[in-house]
Antibody, heavy 120, light 110 residues
């Protein structure tokens, strides 16, 4: 069974750094793109960016370029989303999702979400 | 790229049909037959219900159907049931491995 398991909830202060993770199981993570999606409290889904763990090819939404960094470690089948300096406005639920294939442009598996709370 | 445009809410009585529109541009919905739809219940992760405009994944009810005309895609839920009350999001491929979501629509079963 394909599963994406995300790291647990985080509570951080403004200015702190953070790296959250998404581990794939039941399939080879290196063969599928992994996207990150933000959902602010009470709001809709926002596509942030995507990485192909096989060669670390990464694309960002213009809205998130420079604000976050997406990376992956093929050896442990894990993708990451990180911030160098968090803001209160980064408070949100973050989901990772698997793109079905390089020419199969939909997301067929989702992680359970990681809630990030940034507050002083 | 800008978010795709969806109505904030739609509603219908049990057994009726509702349709949710998703309007993009010639750079995304209008160019690619690669619109997908996701259902999200409160506190849950999104779930894929339609891909490539009209295709249903295995296990998804045939009461869900999709279509597209020009820059607008649509999701229709027929035979509305209480369990269909949820948020629905469209998503379009926009080229170069970039995607864009719609703002979401809350579907209410009266």
């Amino acid at each position: 069974e394909v599963q994406l398991v995300q790291s647990g909830a985080e509570v951080k202060k403004p200015g702190e750094s953070l790296k959250i993770s998404c581990m794939g199981s039941g399939y080879s993570l290196t063969s599928y793109w992994i996207a990150w999606v933000r959902q602010m409290p009470g709001k809709g889904l926002e596509w942030m960016g995507i990485i192909y763990p096989g060669d670390s090819d990464t694309r960002y939404s213009p809205s998130f370029q420079g604000q976050v960094t997406i990376s992956a470690d093929r050896s442990i089948s894990t993708a990451y989303l990180q911030w160098s300096s968090l803001k209160a406005s980064d408070t949100a639920m973050y989901y990772c999702a698997r793109r079905r294939g390089s020419s199969l442009n939909w997301f067929d598996a989702w992680g359970q979400g990681t809630l990030v709370t940034v507050s002083s | 790229q800008s978010a795709l445009t969806q109505p904030a809410s739609v509603s219908g009585s049990p057994g009726q049909s509702i349709t949710i529109s998703c309007t993009g541009t010639s750079s995304d919905v209008g160019t690619y037959d690669l619109v997908s739809w996701y259902q999200q219940h409160p506190g849950k992760a999104p779930k894929l219900i339609i891909y490539e405009v009209t295709q249903r994944p295995s296990g998804v009810s045939n009461r869900f159907s999709g279509s597209k005309s020009g820059n607008t895609a649509s999701l229709t839920i027929s035979g509305l049931q209480a369990e269909d009350e949820a948020d629905y999001y469209c998503c379009s491929y926009a080229g170069s491995s970039i995607f864009v979501f719609g703002g979401g629509t809350k579907a209410t079963v009266l």
